[in-house]
Structures are given as C-alpha cells and as structure tokens.
C-alpha cells in the first residue's frame, strides 16, 4: 500500500468506508426522514402517507433496549420488513407488525467468529443505564471432550436486564449464541440462569456461559450492597 506517510507491505486491505440509507425514492413519494436518516416508519411500515410503506436499508426500526429509533441494515431485518409491508399493503389493512430489534450480527476474521447483539457498555454508560459487564470463558463442548474451542462471552447488564452481549470464539457456535443472546436482550437479567439449554458433552458444556453469567449476576445481586431491584 502507497500512501503519502510512506510504503507498506499487508497481507490484506479493509475498506471501512461506511454505509448511508438510500431515500430518494421514499423521499418523493413523501416520507420523511428519522433521527438516524433513514425512513421514519411505525410498527407497520407505513411511512406517512397513504399506500407508502419503506422497508429494509431504508426504513428505521425501534432498538429493543432503548425503545429509540435506530438504523440497522442488515438482511435478516430488511426480509422480515419487506413481509409485513408487503403483507400489509396486499391485504390494506394493518395486519402484522415489525417487532423492536437488537442488532444481533456475526462476522469472521480468519478462524475467529465474532458476534454481538444489544448494546455494548460503552453504549450503555452513553445512555445513562448504568451498565455491569460480565466476561468469562468458556468452551464449545465439555471440556473434557477432545479439541474443545474457547468462547469468550461479555454480558452487558443494567438496571437489573441485560442490555447486550458480545461473543467471540474459533468455533460457528458462536453464531448460535448470538441468536440465543437476542432472545434474552431485553429481558431481565435473571432468565440467562433459570432459562433451560440442553447439554451434551459432544455438543455443549454442562454450565451454559449464559447460565453461569446468570450465576454470576445474581450473585452479585444478592449480596447486602448488590445492585438495586430493578
């Protein structure tokens, strides 16, 4: 790579440009934009006037944690937007709804799967919720089972719900626990211990990480100066 600074030599360029809504269409058929500048839709897509829904990499949706507006383009949403304005507009009546969302993703870099979901702490101290984070480790199988792989699980709780969770690990389950952590997003943080995961030695440890943070979080509530009841 040739730059202004100097010569380098790199086993791989990134590109980290970033993305922006596409509107113009939605914007002359009279939608108006959000917070976030995309679309601005309710629940059912409708984006303003009569007959105009907007959904996908256009549209808003409503963050599951912050019940704010918020932009998040990735295809799992975009399909599912794309079925309640269709389904909508076809039957013209307000039939389904497009739920608040939590932003669960996956990506991979080499061998390692990285996967979030929810807010992350430094997101939650911006929003005054007054975040604890809980990191452990964990493994993909019983550890005594050969070629175990490590996941590393960050919980993010506040007020007594978790807020978010980051996950990270050299195994694809780590895409599995992301999906099962959006479940949880939201909730109080309690269900991550009482909730019910299956074990196998083959297949799972026999303390879940949600579990154990769980554990680890009513632990600390429990205690004479834990965190207040939420």
Known sequence: VVTDAGRYEVDAV??????????????????KLGPTGAVAVNKYMEAGPPGVYVAGDAAEAVHKVTGEPAWIPLATYANKMGYVAGTNAALDKRAVEFPPIAGASVTKFGDLYVGAVGLTETEAARKGLSPTSYVIRSTDKARYMKETREIAVKAVIGGGRLLGMQIAGHSAIVGAYVDLAAQFVGEPAERLFYAEYSYMPFTAPPWHPFAVVGRLWLRNYHRPNGPPAP
Request: proline share 6%; no cysteine; net charge positive.
């Open 14 to 31: 990134v590109f980290a440009t970033g993305v922006k809504p596409n509107v113009d269409l939605a914007l002359r058929a009279g939608a």
